[in-house]
């Protein structure tokens, strides 16, 4: 017997060990014992033949109807079997020096599985040389084993048949001695789950359906609960850490700001505010996801608690995706702060601090200034893009690090900023892209979660229309020569830059379909047609920051009547005089995209009108989003919806590495129970037990999962 570590090539052998690795990643009986089947075949019931795809690798269950062999070179015998499914027909060649064996072993009458890659051979699909398996021959799937039984199919490449891992699987099943297994006899008998040894043979050699079903619960309940056992010791790792109490003063920013509001706080940011208030107390490191709509107020919430941190002496860094939302940002709070951020200038407050901007492409000058601000704690506040993260940016003394959109920044940037800290800083992450609880607790489950849910008072509604004729199109343009008649602004949205050369803000998927269209072809259509007369500009990445910035700076002052860009503004920007936005060819857009677009519009006090232009058809999956998009301005929903159409691994693609590739059977959406279950009972377990000292098979299948994980991040880097 060999431990479930043991190395595939010692027990199957080289020739057929290296391609597992090589394709497929399968190094040990254990990583070949977690490659489970994609689905199950019923023994007795041929696969349908209609719907197999030239080019495509697969596995059929077929019958022998008749077979043929003929000498075509001196050497070379062609042996041509043909299958059926009981109504179409296969024909599988066998090309062999002296007679194939196929001949012998696959009579007419006979049932087997085959494998193999389908091509099309005058005109007609086949196999060449295909594996196969009969279904009652001795050597292979016996009647008496595999009574009734379900066939399992497995993920399978051109080197490496599902047939052959089918074989290896059996192989290992009959050596390999379980481990003990890593989940506590309590939580699994509470639960009714199997035993780790009975799951994984009943999924690779179930007797029925309802092995399968009881398999996978069991080996579910792994994936969320390993995952939730390494998270909840990171937490429980977070708060050992130390950190530097950070408390505001009487008589402080803080306290002033509060008093200049010209609004009062929502309750969610007054509960949101308390929260981080008495985290940021603590002494150790806060790290808190706060999510909510866009224009929720959560920039507000966010400098109340930068200002309890310059209060106690230290100093905040925000870290925006773009040098756009990075300057707006600046902006913004230096207007919200007043004389409080004039610190050292005329008509700056006695209790005052300074905000400095620090982007990648500022002169020399405003560089160096910035930096000597940071560095000597003048200025309070530092708001930045990546450029924060680079060497030779210094804080006096760091004590928070707000990061904004989330979903553009990776573990790894947070991390670089929260080493330019003595000791680590408190992170804020703050993100308008909801995200389901679930994936929360899985995705972010090291971070604690706080929600705005209700937007402040006097927000205005926005109406969202999918237009696709070109009579709504015409009226489209109208009602933003009638919005901009009447004081407001408007946004016109493209997918793409335009003109050739890279086109950095583009979304476009990459189909083969007309180009998406651009905003150097949409602005000039515009202004010498429906929108004549109008002051129109564009704003795109590849524009100089100064040029960008002087656009966004004049669209804000109403110098700018319509906004015609790429998704740059997709983030932050806020003019809430701007009521229309026209999306160009919306179902290039993703539905979090287009819902964070739209929250661009209806800030103020006028009610926004949010145009989706598509041509594609209502019905279609493209247009069904579009049509959710239309139909709620909940962005929770609309993440459901989202995260709903696209395959898990896409969301969880870009988030922590590891993740994805141990989360096999586990889905996010559907599996809402097991994933909370397995985070209580995880937090349980860690609680009683931080080290795992009394649970080495779990603390095993943690390590395991910690070294995935870097492992693929040391891959990525
Ligand atoms: P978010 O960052 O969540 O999108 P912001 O913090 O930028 O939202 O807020 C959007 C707008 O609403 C800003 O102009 C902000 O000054 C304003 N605002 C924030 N909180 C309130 C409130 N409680 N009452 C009225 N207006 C508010
Ligand atoms: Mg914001």
């Given amino acids: 017997m060999v431990g479930v570590d043991a190395r595939l090539s010692s027990l199957l052998g080289d020739k057929t060990a290296k391609p597992m690795e090589a394709m497929l990643g399968l190094r040990t009986a254990g990583d070949l014992l977690r490659h489970y089947p994609r689905r199950y075949a019923k023994r007795g019931e041929l696969t349908a033949f209609n719907e197999l795809e030239v080019g495509e690798h697969v596995t059929l269950m077929a019958k022998v109807e008749k077979n043929d062999s003929r000498k075509i070179r001196t050497d070379l015998v062609k042996t041509d079997v043909v299958v059926t499914d009981g109504q179409r027909r296969l024909t599988l060649t066998f090309f062999s020096k002296r007679g194939h064996k196929a001949q012998r072993e696959l009579a007419a009458g006979r049932e087997a599985f085959f494998a193999g890659k389908v091509e099309l051979f005058k005109g007609k699909a086949q196999l060449t040389n295909p594996e196969y398996e009969l279904v009652d021959d001795e050597q292979g799937i016996t009647i008496d084993e595999f009574a009734g039984a379900l066939i399992p199919i497995y993920p399978a490449t051109a080197k490496v048949s599902s ?21 506590p006899l309590e939580i699994r008998e509470a639960r009714h789950l199997l035993r780790l040894e009975p799951a994984l043979r009943k999924i690779h050699e179930p007797a029925d359906w309802g092995d399968i079903t009881r398999a996978k619960d069991r080996l579910k309940w792994d994936e969320a609960f390993v995952l939730q056992v390494t998270l909840a010791q990171r937490r429980l790792a977070a708060r050992a ?8 003063k009487p008589g ?37 996801l706060l999510q909510g709509e866009v224009g929720s107020g959560k920039t507000v919430v966010a400098l109340r608690a930068m200002l309890a941190v310059i209060d106690s002496g230290g100093q905040a860094a925000l870290l925006a995706p773009t040098e756009v939302l990075a300057q707006q940002h600046h902006r913004s709070l230096r207007e919200l702060l007043g004389p409080l951020a004039q610190a050292g200038e005329l008509g700056g407050g006695d209790v005052a601090t300074r905000v400095a901007l620090l982007t990648g492409s500022q002169n020399a000058g405003a560089r160096r200034a910035a930096l000597a601000e940071a560095a000597s704690g003048v200025a309070g506040i530092v708001v930045g893009t990546h450029a924060l993260l680079s060497e030779g940016v210094e804080f006096h003394d760091l004590g928070l690090v707000v990061v904004d959109e989330q979903h553009r920044f990776g573990v790894e940037q947070r991390d670089a900023l929260r080493a330019k800290a003595a000791k680590p800083p408190h992170v804020l992450v703050m993100t308008a892209t909801p995200i389901p609880r679930t994936v929360a607790m899985t995705v972010y489950g090291d971070l604690e979660v706080s929600t705005l849910t209700e937007l402040p008072a006097g927000r205005s509604p926005i109406e969202t229309h999918v237009v696709g004729t070109e009579k709504a199109i015409e009226r489209a343009w109208q009602r933003i020569r009638e919005e901009v008649a009447a004081g407001r602004q408007a946004f016109v ?16 998927a990459g189909e ?14 515009l202004a010498d047609g429906p929108l004549r007369g109008l002051r129109l500009e564009v704003l795109h990445g590849r524009m100089q920051p100064d040029a960008k910035d002087d656009v966004m700076r004049r669209f804000s002052g109403g110098a700018i009547d319509v906004l015609v860009a790429t998704t740059v503004i997709e983030v932050g920007v806020d003019v809430p005089n701007a009521t229309v936005m026209v999306a160009m060819d919306a179902d290039r857009f993703g539905i979090s995209q287009l819902h964070q677009l739209r929250g661009r519009i209806g800030r103020g006090m006028h009610a926004g009108l949010c145009l989706l232009m598509t041509e594609v058809e209502p019905f279609s999956p493209s247009g069904q989003r579009l049509q959710a998009v239309a139909a709620t301005t909940d962005g929770f929903e609309l993440s459901r919806v989202d995260l709903e159409q696209r395959r898990e691994g896409d969301v969880l693609g870009a988030t922590q590495s590891g993740t994805r590739s141990s989360l096999k059977l586990l889905r996010l959406l559907r599996d ?7 985070r209580d009972a995880a937090v349980g377990v860690v609680d009683g037990d931080p080290e795992l000292a009394r649970h080495p098979a779990l603390a095993q299948a943690v390590k395991d999962l910690v070294d995935a994980e870097r492992a693929e991040y040391l891959e990525k880097a």
């Fill in 163 to 183: 047939l052959v891992i089918q074989r290896c699987v059996r192989q290992v099943l009959q050596v390999v001695d379980f481990a003990a297994d890593p989940l």
């Fill in 241 to 248: 850490l130390p950190g530097v109490p950070r408390v505001a």
């Fill in 252 to 288: 402080g920013l803080l306290e002033l700001f509060d008093r200049s509001l010209p609004f009062e706080l929502t309750a969610g940011q007054r509960d949101v505010g308390e929260v981080l208030e008495r985290e940021l107390a603590q002494s150790h490191p806060m790290y808190r």
């Fill in 493 to 508: 949205v493209c997918p793409r830059i335009g003109d050739s050369g890279p086109d950095e803000d583009s979304t476009d």
């Fill in 512 to 525: 083969e379909r007309r180009p998406a269209v651009a905003v150097l072809d949409v602005a000039p259509m």
């Fill in 672 to 678: 809402e129970d097991v994933i909370r279950d397995a």
